[in-house]
Structures are given as C-alpha cells and as structure tokens.
C-alpha cells in the first residue's frame, strides 16, 4: 500500500518555484488536488503528478493560489454552512480510514457504512451541523476519530481568502517550508524536529503567506 501524503500550499502569482518544490514532496501515485485560484476553484480526482504540476503552474501563473495535494488519503468534498454562515467549498482528507467512532457519530446509511469516504463525509457533516469551525472540524478528525493526521481546504463564496488546515496526533507531524512568495506545509512520520499534536492554518494575507501554529488541546478544550 502506498504511503498517505497530505500537502498544502499557499502561493503568490508567479511562485513558479515554489510548485516545483512541492511536487517533489509528492510520490508517484495519482492524487486528489483540490486548488483556489483567484475567484476559481479547480478539483482533480486521481490526478497524476504530471497533471497536478499543469495545474498548479497554471494556476500561479494567472493568480495567488491555495492548493491542498492528497495521496492515498481518504477525501471528501463537498458545500456546507460553516459556523461563520458563509456557504463554503469544503476538502477533507484524513490519512487514515476512521475508526468506529466516527460511524457512531456521523451515522451514516447502513449500506455506506464500509466505504471510508462516506463515513468521512458524514461525520464531518455532523461535526458542521452541530457548529464546529473548520479548524475544530480537522483537529477532530485527526484526534478522536483516529486518523491520526487529517487536511482541510475551505473556500467561502464570500468573506475570507480560501485556507487550508492541517492536524495531527499520534506520531504524524507537521512539517514547514518557507519559500518566499509562497509557503508549504506537510504531514510526515518521519521528521523528529517537526510540529507534533499540532494544528496549522496556512493562508494568504494581503499576498504574503501566514503560517499559524496552535497546540492541539487548546483547539479541541479551548
């Protein structure tokens, strides 16, 4: 089975650079690329590295970009009512399929109860209707229901610029990179000096790139 890989960017208009870099963060295997281009979104579902480059190179030459990569992760997206009230496009990978837990909580249909994705879908349907933030939503994920590491991208159609979230518990890690106009972030388990339980919220502000860092027991008891 091929190792699970999450990886965001967030990149000014041009950051050429910073798309190689993040490519070489990728295995060969296809991916889930869910990209926000300016007022565009762009999703990709079994996307091979050769496509994922096309699309984000395009997507940087004609404007800022946030990008959430997947590989061998379970993802679910969809268009939810976040706690804001704002309609958002919503990207959530988990690493892991989720445990038992999460059926208990999402209650999804009975026949779709075997398949990971509808049981993320419906646990992170859950975890919004009852008022989670999309910060609270992937810290959940990662935690209780264990997937051990999880990913969020979320595109309001108004108000704030997209972002995308990352959490981890267990032994994953998060993992950042500066890289001028552009910063990245992953999921790993085998980098001592990176976050552990830890939550990350990468985003553009006002085109320079913001990488916030909070423990993961503040987010889940704060």
């Known amino acids: 089975m091929a190792k699970a890989r999450l990886v965001a960017l967030v990149a000014t208009r041009g950051a050429l650079d910073s798309v190689a870099e993040t490519l070489r963060l990728l295995g060969p295997e296809e991916s889930f690329l869910a990209l926000v281009s300016g007022s565009n979104r762009f999703v990709a579902m079994g996307a091979s590295v050769s496509d994922a480059r096309d699309i984000l190179l395009g997507g940087a030459s004609r404007g800022d970009i946030v990008a959430l990569i997947a590989q061998g992760a379970v993802c ?7 706690k804001s009230g704002e309609y958002s496009y919503l990207l959530v990978c ?4 989720l445990a038992k837990q999460a059926i208990v909580t ?14 993320l879908y419906a646990y992170t349907a859950r975890l919004v209707r009852d008022g989670a933030s999309a910060e609270r939503l992937v810290t959940k994920i990662a935690y209780s229901a264990e997937g051990l590491g999880a ?8 108000g704030k610029s997209p972002r995308v979230y990352l959490a981890t518990s267990g032994n994953t890690r998060i993992c950042t990179r500066h890289l001028g106009p552009a910063a990245l972030a992953w999921l790993t388990r085998g980098d001592s000096e990176c976050f552990q339980r830890a939550v990350l919220r990468l985003e553009l502000l006002r085109r320079s790139p913001r990488i916030i860092i909070r423990e993961l027991e503040k987010v889940l008891y704060d």
């Not at 988990?94 to 399929?97: D, G, I, T």
């Not at 999402?106 to 049981?119: D, N």
């Not at 990913?151 to 108004?158: D, F, I, Q, S, T």
């Open 76 to 82: 679910s997206d969809s268009h939810f009512f976040l």
């Open 94 to 97: 988990s690493l892991y399929p």
């Open 106 to 119: 999402g209650q999804p249909p009975i026949p779709s109860r075997r398949i990971p994705e509808a049981v």
């Open 151 to 158: 990913g969020a991208l979320v595109w309001e159609k108004r």
